[in-house]
């Protein structure tokens, strides 16, 4: 994967990371990703990144549980094995509600697990760059990704002024991003940045 | 400060102190990075000796069969479900606590809801080894999964509600896991960052996944915590009361009542808040973190105690009832001799269950009670005494003499073996969980930083301003937002 050109600013304090955010993006800069200890809610917004279909996926994952156990307890109880329990209905659908349920929501726990691991690219022994060893303590780490035309000391003082403790200039492979930024939620064109 | 956030400053505070971001950091990976005390390494050989007794009780048991425990002809199932069934039951209240109440949106679940987690988690392995062992042959123990074989395939019965529970307890279990761990990833981080040996921060590296704290990465895991609680929630109430259709689906007087799934579940509640106590008073006071997990926290739980108490005392309750309203000579037999006359075979269980689970829990009525860590710790131990002799009551006593009296039992107690496995499963439980909290972050780092600057102790200041400002004001500007 290439290398890229990153300047880094570094806020500690969520209330002045916000209007940052807001400045950098209408200043024109492409923020790549925002490093923070914890969810920051608003942020995704903020940033213009599109909503997440994860809970998508789990329904899927989860009604493909629900017929996995229907069609493998119908054909076993009615074609390959029919069992006489005391004369009882081989289809017996209600006696099989507890386990189609139980199986609706593995499926939907562990393919949702897995698919956010996929996504995020998580895995153990997985290296990737990390901006700011306390990006996961107390910092909120902004990292923005330079071009040919940036001006890397111009956008150094630009993210001091709008309140970065700290910045510097990081040349770094990041791996992929399967984030999305979403023309539609661009937020400081017609409503005002949502300082959560 | 969001206006969104707003939180009364009448509400006590989740977080005491005066914390930043990287004091709370520090508070709760402190004891990680420290040399474990004497008394960490006192408890847990003690546990290992436990776990050690139970693992050569255990190899009796499969080495010689079933004869090594005192199950006899009426009494099929003994100390053994009893156990399986008191640890389930332990094991509800981790899940509970961070799915159900974070659909709830309750705050103080943050303080308490890792520790919870990894209680249920051990619980549950826990509970798993009895009917395992019961088995008899445990190396037939694959049995139970429906695949197809070379017997036919003979497969399972999927009408049977002890096939039910294999499905309920391994999801659960797995769906426990997972909760538990895309919870810790973030923390594993935290605890990355800022080792200060290599093999640390080599160890942590891998437990973390290579998480960076990206904005979009965060937005998913908001997306699956969310949706994997909206799952637990309904899991967690289906597993006990899969569990009770082991009892309730049968024709034995004393089980075949249909109160009780509602009734299995609350007493799982009410002994998971318990355990949760024990293990809380001795965790915040050894690893110091009173700040986290506050008396706040701890009467919250001691509320949950007392209501879920007194729902299994009305249970006991209409239970009594239809034994006798029912006119079943049988029923009433088993309730209203075998249970509730305190001079029958096993009438002391019934009593000892009711004093500890029924009577006792009412002095949380009283706010002192529910703030004073003595009697919650002393309340929490006899809540478990008093649910472990609800099963041992609902089993034995319903078996020990059944319909006909050629048949009813001598009297059944347990031989050392038996008792060994569950003091194993003990030594187990705590083996585990001693090692969590010497290395894991027993509070979850990053939901205490979200809730930090609402309900921090400091940041109440900001609330009282807000809460000057007259109606109008706060009215439009939450609009304007």
């Given at each position: 994967?290439?290398?890229?050109?990153?300047?880094?600013?570094?806020?500690?304090?969520?209330?002045?990371?916000?209007?940052?955010?807001?400045?950098?993006?209408?200043?024109?800069?492409?923020?790549?990703?925002?490093?923070?200890?914890y969810?920051?809610?608003?942020?995704?917004k903020?940033l213009?990144?599109r909503?997440?279909?994860?809970?998508?996926a789990?329904?899927?994952?989860?009604?493909?549980?629900?017929?996995?156990?229907?069609?493998?307890?119908?054909?076993?109880?009615?074609?390959?094995?029919?069992?006489?329990?005391?004369?009882?209905?081989?289809?017996?659908?209600?006696?099989?509600?507890?386990?189609?349920?139980e199986?609706?929501?593995?499926?939907?726990?562990?393919?949702?697990?897995l698919?956010?691991?996929?996504?995020?690219?998580?895995?153990?022994?997985?290296?990737k760059?990390?901006?700011?060893?306390?990006?996961?303590?107390?910092?909120f780490?902004?990292?923005?990704?330079?071009?040919?035309?940036?001006?890397?000391?111009?956008?150094?003082?630009?993210?001091?002024?709008?309140?970065?403790v700290?910045?510097?200039?990081?040349?770094?492979?990041?791996?992929?991003?399967?984030?999305?930024?979403?023309?539609?939620?661009?937020?400081?064109?017609?409503?005002?940045?949502?300082?959560? | 400060?969001?206006?969104?956030?707003?939180?009364s400053?009448?509400?006590?505070?989740?977080?005491?102190?005066?914390?930043?971001?990287?004091?709370?950091?520090?508070?709760?990976?402190r004891?990680?990075?420290?040399?474990?005390?004497?008394l960490?390494?006192?408890?847990?050989?003690?546990?290992?000796?436990l776990?050690?007794?139970?693992?050569?009780?255990?190899?009796?048991?499969?080495?010689?069969g079933?004869?090594?425990?005192?199950?006899?002809?009426?009494?099929?199932w003994?100390?053994?479900?009893?156990?399986?069934?008191?640890?389930?039951?332990?094991?509800?209240?981790?899940?509970?606590?961070?799915?159900?109440?974070l659909?709830?949106?309750?705050?103080?679940?943050?303080?308490?809801?890792?520790?919870?987690e990894?209680?249920?988690?051990?619980a549950?392995?826990c509970?798993?080894?009895?009917?395992?062992?019961?088995?008899?042959?445990?190396?037939?123990?694959?049995?139970?999964?429906?695949?197809?074989?070379?017997?036919?395939?003979?497969?399972?019965?999927?009408?049977?509600?002890?096939?039910?529970?294999?499905?309920?307890?391994?999801?659960?279990?797995?769906?426990?896991?997972?909760?538990?761990?895309?919870?810790?990833?973030?923390?594993?981080?935290?605890?990355?960052?800022?080792?200060?040996?290599?093999?640390?921060?080599?160890?942590?590296?891998?437990?973390?996944?290579?998480?960076?704290?990206?904005?979009?990465?965060?937005?998913?895991?908001?997306?699956?915590?969310?949706?994997?609680?909206?799952?637990?929630?309904?899991?967690?109430?289906?597993?006990?009361?899969?569990?009770?259709?082991?009892?309730?689906?049968?024709?034995?007087p004393?089980?075949h009542?249909?109160?009780?799934?509602?009734?299995?579940v609350?007493?799982?509640?009410?002994?998971?808040?318990?355990?949760?106590?024990?293990?809380?008073?001795?965790?915040?006071?050894?690893?110091?973190?009173?700040d986290?997990?506050?008396?706040?926290?701890?009467?919250?739980?001691?509320?949950?105690?007392?209501?879920?108490?007194?729902?299994?005392?009305?249970?006991?309750?209409?239970?009594?009832?239809?034994?006798?309203?029912?006119?079943?000579?049988?029923?009433?037999?088993?309730?209203?001799?075998?249970?509730?006359?305190?001079?029958?075979?096993?009438?002391?269980?019934?009593?000892?269950?009711?004093?500890?689970?029924?009577?006792?829990?009412?002095?949380?009525?009283?706010?002192?009670?529910?703030?004073?860590?003595?009697?919650?710790?002393?309340?929490?131990?006899?809540?478990?005494?008093?649910?472990?002799?609800?099963?041992?009551?609902?089993?034995?006593?319903?078996?020990?003499?059944?319909?006909?009296?050629?048949?009813?039992s001598?009297?059944?107690?347990?031989?050392?073996?038996?008792?060994?496995?569950?003091?194993?499963?003990?030594?187990?439980?705590?083996?585990?969980f001693f090692?969590?909290?010497?290395?894991?972050?027993?509070?979850?780092?990053?939901?205490?930083?979200?809730?930090l600057?609402?309900?921090?102790?400091?940041?109440?200041?900001?609330?009282?301003?807000?809460?000057k400002?007259s109606?109008?004001?706060?009215?439009?500007?939450?609009?304007?937002?």
């Amino acid at each position: 994967m290439a290398k890229k050109k990153f300047v880094v600013g570094c806020f500690d304090d969520e209330n002045v990371l916000f209007p940052a955010v807001k400045k950098v993006r209408t200043a024109g800069y492409k923020i790549h990703d925002v490093y923070t200890p914890y969810p920051v809610h608003g942020l995704d917004k903020a940033l213009g990144l599109r909503e997440t279909s994860l809970h998508t996926a789990g329904f899927i994952y989860g009604i493909t549980g629900t017929t996995t156990a229907i069609s493998a307890i119908s054909w076993i109880f009615t074609k390959d094995w029919p069992l006489n329990i005391g004369g009882k209905p081989h289809f017996a659908l209600p006696a099989w509600v507890p386990i189609m349920f139980e199986l609706t929501v593995l499926f939907a726990a562990v393919g949702m697990v897995l698919t956010f691991c996929y996504l995020c690219q998580l895995a153990p022994f997985v290296k990737k760059h990390h901006f700011h060893a306390r990006a996961t303590d107390d910092l909120f780490v902004m990292a923005i990704e330079c071009t040919d035309k940036t001006n890397v000391d111009d956008l150094q003082a630009f993210l001091s002024n709008a309140g970065a403790v700290e910045t510097n200039v990081q040349v770094a492979e990041t791996g992929w991003w399967l984030g999305r930024y979403d023309k539609d939620e661009m937020p400081f064109e017609n409503k005002e940045v949502a300082t959560a | 400060m969001s206006l969104l956030k707003y939180e009364s400053q009448l509400r006590e505070p989740l977080v005491n102190g005066n914390k930043t971001y990287a004091q709370v950091t520090e508070d709760i990976v402190r004891p990680i990075e420290a040399k474990p005390s004497k008394l960490w390494y006192i408890g847990f050989y003690i546990s290992v000796a436990l776990l050690m007794f139970g693992v050569y009780s255990v190899y009796r048991e499969v080495t010689y069969g079933i004869g090594q425990w005192n199950l006899n002809k009426t009494i099929g199932w003994g100390w053994d479900i009893t156990n399986f069934v008191w640890w389930v039951g332990i094991g509800h209240a981790g899940t509970l606590i961070s799915a159900i109440l974070l659909l709830f949106r309750q705050g103080w679940r943050t303080g308490v809801n890792r520790a919870a987690e990894a209680m249920t988690i051990f619980a549950v392995m826990c509970a798993g080894q009895f009917p395992i062992f019961h088995m008899g042959r445990v190396w037939m123990a694959f049995f139970v999964l429906p695949y197809p074989n070379s017997r036919g395939p003979l497969w399972v019965n999927f009408n049977s509600p002890l096939l039910w529970d294999v499905f309920a307890i391994s999801t659960y279990f797995t769906v426990s896991l997972l909760f538990w761990y895309s919870g810790l990833i973030p923390d594993f981080a935290t605890v990355r960052d800022r080792a200060f040996t290599k093999l640390r921060k080599r160890l942590y590296g891998i437990a973390s996944f290579g998480w960076t704290g990206s904005t979009k990465h965060w937005q998913r895991h908001e997306s699956l915590s969310l949706v994997l609680a909206g799952l637990s929630t309904p899991l967690v109430l289906s597993v006990h009361t899969i569990v009770s259709f082991d009892f309730a689906t049968s024709v034995i007087p004393g089980w075949h009542t249909t109160i009780f799934p509602p009734y299995f579940v609350a007493g799982a509640i009410f002994s998971g808040f318990a355990m949760v106590q024990s293990l809380m008073v001795v965790v915040r006071k050894v690893f110091a973190l009173e700040d986290y997990i506050t008396i706040g926290h701890i009467e919250a739980m001691n509320k949950v105690i007392v209501l879920t108490g007194s729902i299994v005392g009305i249970a006991y309750l209409t239970e009594l009832f239809m034994g006798w309203y029912s006119q079943n000579k049988y029923e009433g037999y088993t309730f209203w001799y075998s249970r509730a006359y305190l001079f029958s075979p096993y009438g002391w269980s019934y009593w000892g269950m009711m004093a500890c689970n029924v009577l006792s829990p009412q002095i949380f009525w009283f706010r002192k009670m529910r703030r004073n860590l003595f009697v919650t710790f002393f309340m929490s131990v006899l809540v478990n005494i008093g649910m472990w002799f609800e099963r041992f009551v609902i089993i034995v006593t319903s078996l020990y003499r059944d319909y006909l009296p050629s048949s009813w039992s001598v009297y059944y107690s347990p031989t050392v073996w038996e008792i060994g496995f569950y003091m194993g499963t003990f030594g187990l439980f705590f083996t585990c969980f001693f090692l969590f909290a010497k290395y894991f972050p027993t509070i979850a780092i990053a939901e205490i930083k979200y809730v930090l600057k609402t309900t921090g102790e400091s940041y109440k200041a900001d609330m009282t301003a807000i809460e000057k400002e007259s109606a109008s004001d706060f009215a439009h500007k939450v609009h304007a937002h």
